[in-house]
């Protein structure tokens, strides 16, 4: 019986990387495993990439980015029979009736591993087989079960709190701690670039392990992590259709302290054809003493690819990734993600149309618009909007329709570039579509 019992506990400690490498003993090893195949198919660098429900497991203080309903689930099929599911559902605070700022966010996940076929040994060192063939087995696994609040605290910054139950079973024995997370996100000055910091497991008490075996600590981890987002890598820069993300996630152990210092690095690279967007995702983990895993060089590297889209107010997000883990086997994590805003607005038909001609003449701090008049006579007039980033979100510059063929804007800052488009008004009080977008750059 004592066997069965060590057994059981090497099989769950092996359903995660981080234990199988290090001798550390912790409480519930599952919690150092990623959720959601997009963060597994970036090498898990995602404490500052984050910016959906999946934030309740990787950083509460980016969960004030749930701006609408969302839901994620993940299926992780691993080595050694070991399997895990995860699920998310986030809202905006006020939608569920709360008269206070923020999102909140709650999570499932429950890890499970293959039954053991339970033995009897006898007082002269052998097995009792009659006792085996009555198939009797032991189970292992653990459940988490949390909820989790951010908010932003200043223009800058958002802190979040992720309040946790851990449950971990192996054969018999069972326990229950609570657990809490808290992390920040920090949106720098620079475009696309974020930090992100989070203290993971922290409690003040110990998990019951299997009789005779000492209580044990949850694995307490401390994570930093910087990525950058640019928004088109070889696509024109008025018409941008593809992206890349590029992400850092330094982890330390603190608990327990034998643990070496951990370096993650993610990659994603995607392009909107015709709004299918396509992502490819590949990532590396420098793990152990030497920074390369004891399992060998190829346990440390992540793939993965995704694949989303909208159906007229849901977007749907579809993502796998591959994760091996050397001599012990691989893992393989396919996910989904909801998000559920506005339905797309069906346009109105007009029956004025856009000017034909738009130009634009950059002179010092402003910008004259000009564009052509060719039916004044059906129209009330011309309205005029600028934004300051490609089809982005555009101000009227008009406050009511104008007949005139020019409009000089300013003043302007020198050296930034403005994207300008300009509608027709129709005597019913109807516009156009947009005139083509055209940038220019004050002096």
Excluded at 71 to 97: C, D, I, K, R, W
Excluded at 118 to 129: C, L
Excluded at 296 to 315: C, E, I, K
Excluded at 429 to 442: F, L
Aim: include cysteine.
């Amino acid at each position: 019986m004592k066997k069965l019992t060590i057994l059981a506990v090497t099989v769950l400690l092996t359903a995660s990387l981080f234990a199988a490498e290090y001798g550390g003993v912790t409480a519930s090893p599952y919690l150092n495993l990623g959720v959601g195949a997009r963060a597994c198919g970036m090498g898990e660098a995602y404490t500052s990439v984050v910016a959906d429900v999946d934030a309740v497991f990787w950083n509460p203080g980016a969960l004030v980015k749930v701006e609408d309903p969302q839901f994620s689930f993940m299926h992780n099929q691993a080595f050694g029979g070991t399997a895990y599911e995860y699920l998310g559902v986030g809202f905006p605070a006020e939608q569920l009736g709360l008269d206070i700022w923020g999102s909140i966010g709650i999570m499932a996940m429950l890890v499970r591993v293959e039954d053991i076929d339970q033995t009897k040994e006898t007082v002269t060192g052998t097995y009792d087989e009659a006792f085996a063939e009555k198939g009797r087995t032991y189970g292992a696994g653990g459940t988490v079960i949390g909820v989790a609040y951010s908010w932003q605290a200043a223009k800058m910054f958002s802190p979040g709190i992720t309040l946790k139950l851990i449950n971990q079973k192996i054969a018999l024995e069972e326990g229950w701690i609570p657990a809490i997370d808290i992390g920040i996100i920090a949106n720098t000055n620079f475009p696309g670039f974020d930090v992100g910091l989070v203290f993971q497991n922290i409690s003040f008490m110990q998990m019951n392990q299997v009789d005779g075996a000492p209580d044990a600590p949850l694995p307490l981890n401390l994570k930093f992590g910087v990525s950058q987002k640019l928004p088109r890598l070889f696509s024109a820069e008025n018409d941008p259709k593809d992206f890349i993300t590029i992400a850092v996630d330094g982890i330390l152990p603190i608990s327990p302290a034998n643990m070496p210092f951990r370096l993650h690095f993610g990659l994603e690279y995607g392009g909107d054809l015709d709004h299918h967007i396509l992502k490819g995702r590949v990532g590396y983990r420098l793990n152990g003493q030497d920074l390369i895993s004891d399992l060998g060089a190829l346990a440390g590297l992540t793939a993965g690819f995704g694949y989303s889209r909208n159906f007229d107010g849901v977007d749907l997000a579809l993502d796998y990734a591959f994760v091996p883990y050397g001599e012990l086997g691989m893992s393989n994590r396919i996910g989904m993600t909801i998000k559920i805003g506005q339905p797309t607005p069906t346009p109105t038909p007009v029956a004025v149309k856009p000017p034909k001609v738009v130009k634009l003449t950059a002179q010092s701090k402003k910008i004259t618009v000009t564009w052509s008049t060719e039916s004044i006579k059906e129209i009330k007039g011309y309205n005029v909007y600028m934004s300051y980033k490609p089809g982005g979100k555009y101000y009227k510059l008009t406050k009511e329709a104008i007949q005139k063929y020019y409009l000089v804007v300013g003043p302007l800052k020198s050296g930034l570039r403005c994207y300008f488009v300009v509608r027709s008004v129709g005597k019913d009080g109807k516009e156009s579509k947009d005139s083509k977008e055209i940038s220019a750059v004050p002096r």
